[in-house]
């Protein structure tokens, strides 16, 4: 019977502990980072080269989206092959 009372009472414990520790992260917000903005990204990667000007998305995609700063770029390699990038950053994982 008290290998189970101490089962019971380390496990309480354990998630007391757990909890508390998850409000006092919770409550000390998110990190904020520098960072450079997307547009700084290389426009030569390897043998891809940016084709063109990078693009942008209409009012009503970007409200969806809402995101903080994004990068969406078009890619091509000598042999004809083409990639679309995108990229968003989101200074919050809360909002965005």
Do not use: C
């Not at 998110?30 to 940016?50: D, K, S, T, Y």
């Not at 770029?73 to 809360?94: E, I, L, M, W």
């Amino acid at each position: 019977m008290k290998n189970k009372s101490w089962k019971f009472w380390g496990l309480l414990a354990f998630l007391l502990i757990g909890g508390a520790v998850t409000n006092i992260w919770e409550r000390a917000g998110e990190a904020h980072v520098e960072r450079r903005a997307l547009n700084a990204f290389p426009a030569e990667i390897g043998a891809w080269r940016q084709q063109g000007i990078d693009s942008r998305f209409d009012a009503q995609t970007e409200s969806v989206l809402r995101a903080d700063d994004y990068l969406m770029r078009d890619y091509a390699r000598p042999d004809g092959a083409q990639a679309n990038f995108y990229v968003g950053y989101y200074a919050s994982q809360r909002s965005g």
